[in-house]
C-alpha cells in the first residue's frame, strides 16, 4: 500500500474507533499487553536484526542502547498500556453548554482528533507509547519510526494488530509505514485531509524538516534551552539544590537545564559555591565576563552557547544586572520550554511567573519536572514548545478537539 | 521596514502588550473608537483612491461593494472596537490548578499568543475588527491586507495608532505590511519564530496558498461545504422553513448551506413542497437520478456538484437510503464546517451528532448560526475549519494561549 492508501484506509477506520466506548478500547489496550508479553520472544528476534544492521552502521552506544529491547523493556511497554487503559477516557466529555436566547443550546464536546501521524526516529517504545494514547483518545495513528527500528517496529506492530483484531477491533486504525525512506515522510507531510495532525519526535533536524516541510497542521515538540535564573532574594541552599538538579539529573533531555542566570549581587558568594557543586558531576561552565572573574578557572561563552541545548554535562552561565535583564535574555534564548527563578522575593516570583514566555515557568523547583507524568496526566506524547492547541506536555485531553454539538427545535436566522 | 523587521518590532511590542492590564486596553479600544469617527473623512478620501484603482482594474461590483467604506460603515467599524472592549478579557484566568503529591501547585494560565499575522483579501473593515480582537487579547497583529484596499488600510490603521499612542500603547504591535507584492506574504509565511500564528481569511485560493506555503503555524479558516439532512422522521414545515433559510438566507456565506439530502421514505412527498419554497428565491437545484425522478425539471448533479461550494442560488440534492448513507456522504464529501439533521426521532438525532465529522452540528436548527456573534462570544476574527487549537468561530478565547505556573518550594526530582 501507499502512503496514501494507508492513510485513506486510516482516516476510514478512524471512525469507526471513534465511535468505541471506553471499556471496548481499554480492553484492547489489555489485550496489547498481555500479547506482548507473550510474543517478547518474537519481538526481541526482530530487534537484534535492527542492533546487527545498527552496529554495522556505525551508530553510538547510546542510540544502540535506546534502540535495544529486552524482556524487561517489553514488560515496561506493556505495563505502559496497561497504565492508558487506567486512564479516565477523554471523549465525549461536555466542556461547556450554554442556552442562548433564542433557545439554542450550544456545547462543545470532546471528540477525537481523527488521524494522528507519528514521524519518529530510533526508540521502538515510542511505536507502542504512541498506539495506546491514540486508541485511548479515539484516534487512528499512523507510525513512521526511523529505518534503524524498522524491523522491532515491524513486531510490535503485528503482535499489536493481532491481540487488536481479536476484539473485532478496526485495525486500520493502527498503520505502520514500512518503507522508511525520505519519501514516504515526503508523502505523509502533505496529505492534508486524510491526516489532521504530525507530531514529530527526535532530534532538532527531524522536528526542523517536519515543520518547514509539511503542509499538515504540525505539533512542534522537543528542544529545551532551559534556565534557571537565581535571583538576588535566593535561599542558597535551594538554589544549588535546584540547579544541580536541573542541570545534572538526566542531561540528555529536553526540560534539562542549559544556562544559569546569577543576580549580580549575589554572584560573587553564590557563584563559587554552585560551580562546587556542579563540579561533582564534573559540569563544564562557560560565563560571561563577570562570571570569569569570580571562576577564573571556566571558559567564555560565546552568544552561540546561550542559544545551545548542550544536552550534556556543560552549563552556559551569565550575571544579570536586574530581574527584568534575566527575563529579557530568557526571552531572546530560549526555545519556550521550561524557565525557573530561584527567590524568596514575592514580587520578583510574581514578574517572573508573568513575563517569561515558556510552556512552563517554575518559582523554587527544577526544570525537570515538565512532564505528563510527573504533572498527573498519567502520560504524555511528547511536550509541545509551540502555542498553538497544545503547549507543555501532550497528554490524552491534548489529543482531542472538540465539535460544538447544537440542539434546536426549528431556529431559522 | 523589511516583513522581517516589522515582525521583530511586533514581537518585542507584544511582550509590552503582553502585560496591559484590562482597563488600559479598553481605553485604547475607546479611544481608537472615537478616532475613527473623527477622522471618517480622511478614510473616505483614502478609500476613493482604492476605488478609482479597483475600477480602473475591472473589480466586480459586488468586490467594489465590498471595498466601499462610507461613514456608515466606519461608524460600524467604531461600534466593533467598543463591543470588543465591553467583551470580557480572556487573559490571565487560570483555568485549573492542581497540587501534587510532592506540594508543587500546577496551574494552566490563559495568556496571548504572542503575534498574530493576518493575511486577507479586499475587505478593509478586517484591517479594524483584527485589530481590535488582537489588542483586547493582548496579541500584537501583523496586518497583510489585499493590494485593492491598501490606501483604505493605510488610512484606518494611521487612525488607530495615532488613538494608541496618546495613551501610550506599545504601537508597534500593530504592524501594516504596505508591499502588496506576493513576495511580502510569503516571507510573513515563513516567519518561524517572530510569528506564532497565521490566520487567513478570504477565498479558497488564499486559504490553500497559505496553508502550503506558510511553516508557521495557521489556523485554517473557511469554506463550508455545509449540508442539510431531512431524516426520515422530520417536521415537513420545520424542514422546508431551515433549508431555505440555510441555503437563501445569505448565499454568499460560508455557514449557509449547499446540499439538500433527504431519506428515500419521505422523498416523494418531501421535494416537491421543498423544491417549491426554494423556488421563491429561484434556487437552481441539482440532483441525483432519484430526485430527478421526482423533480423532472431540476438538472443531473455531478460528482463534482457534491464537492462544490457554490455560495450562490444553487443547491445539491441527493436521496439517501438512510440516516448511515446521510451520514457517509457528509463525512466523504463536507469541508468540516456546519451540518445539520432535521429529526424528531431521538437515536437519528444523537448518531448524526456523534458521527458526523465537522466544526459544529446541529439538530432541527439552520447551519447559518455557527458565527460568533450568534454562539455568544460576542465577536469573531474567522471560522476555524481545522481541528488543532480552534475549531469554529475563533473569539477573543481563541487567540490565547496557556502557560503552566508552577509554585514551588525547592522540589527536585
Same mark, same amino acid.
Given at each position: 500500500m501507499s502512503v496514501k492508501e494507508l492513510a485513506i484506509a486510516a482516516k476510514g477506520a478512524s471512525y469507526k474507533l471513534a465511535a468505541l466506548n471506553e471499556s471496548a478500547k481499554n480492553a484492547v489496550l489489555l489485550a496489547m499487553a498481555d500479547l506482548l508479553c507473550e510474543k517478547a520472544g518474537n519481538i526481541i528476534d526482530a530487534n537484534k536484526l535492527d542492533l546487527i544492521a545498527g552496529k554495522e552502521k556505525g551508530l553510538s552506544d547510546s542510540l544502540l542502547d535506546r534502540l535495544m529491547l529486552d524482556e524487561k523493556r517489553i514488560i515496561d511497554m506493556a505495563n505502559g498500556l496497561r497504565k492508558v487503559a487506567d486512564l479516565p477516557d477523554p #471523549?465525549?466529555? #461536555?466542556i461547556s453548554m450554554w442556552t442562548r436566547p433564542n433557545g439554542l443550546q450550544i456545547g462543545q464536546k470532546r471528540v477525537p482528533i481523527g488521524v494522528i501521524g507519528m514521524i519518529y526516529e530510533a526508540r521502538p517504545n515510542v511505536t507502542c507509547d504512541a498506539v495506546g494514547l491514540c486508541i485511548k483518545s479515539g484516534n487512528a495513528v499512523i507510525l513512521r519510526g526511523g529505518s534503524e527500528a524498522i524491523h522491532s517496529n515491524k513486531a510490535i506492530v503485528k503482535v499489536l494488530k493481532e491481540a487488536a483484531e481479536k476484539l473485532k477491533f478496526p485495525i486500520d486504525a493502527i498503520q505502520l509505514i514500512e518503507d522508511t525512506t525520505r519519501e514516504s515522510s515526503k508523502e505523509l507531510m502533505t496529505l492534508n485531509g486524510f491526516i489532521d495532525v504530525l507530531i514529530p519526535r527526535g532530534g532538532a533536524n527531524l522536528i526542523k524538516t517536519v515543520v518547514e516541510n509539511s503542509t499538515v497542521p504540525v505539533i512542534e515538540t522537543g528542544s529545551g534551552n532551559c534556565h534557571v535564573y537565581v535571583d538576588k532574594f535566593a535561599d542558597f541552599d535551594m538554589a544549588i539544590s535546584i540547579v544541580f538538579n536541573a542541570k545534572t539529573s538526566r542531561v540528555s533531555v529536553c526540560n534539562s537545564a542549559e544556562s544559569l542566570l546569577v543576580h549580580k549581587d549575589i554572584a560573587q558568594a553564590f557563584l563559587p559555591l554552585c560551580a562546587k557543586k556542579l563540579s561533582e558531576k564534573s559540569v563544564e561552565l562557560r560565563g560571561c565576563d563577570i562570571s570569569l572573574s569570580i571562576l577564573p578557572n571556566i571558559t567564555k561563552a560565546t552568544e552561540e552557547d546561550y542559544y545551545t541545548e548542550y544536552n550534556d554535562y556543560i552549563m552556559s552561565v551569565k550575571v544579570v544586572d536586574s530581574l527584568e535583564d534575566a527575563i529579557t535574555h530568557i526571552n531572546k534564548y530560549n526555545t519556550k520550554h521550561s524557565e525557573a527563578i530561584v527567590t524568596n522575593d514575592y514580587m520578583s516570583a510574581q514578574i517572573f511567573l508573568n513575563e517569561v514566555d515558556a510552556a512552563a515557568v517554575y518559582v523554587n523547583a527544577s526544570t525537570r519536572f515538565t512532564d505528563g507524568f510527573e504533572y498527573g496526566f498519567g502520560a504524555e506524547i511528547g511536550i509541545s514548545?509551540?502555542?498553538?492547541?497544545?503547549?507543555g506536555p501532550i497528554g490524552l485531553k491534548e489529543l482531542t478537539t472538540i465539535k460544538y454539538i447544537i440542539y434546536g427545535n426549528g431556529q431559522i436566522r
Open positions: #471523549v465525549g466529555e #461536555v514548545t509551540q502555542k498553538l492547541h497544545a503547549r
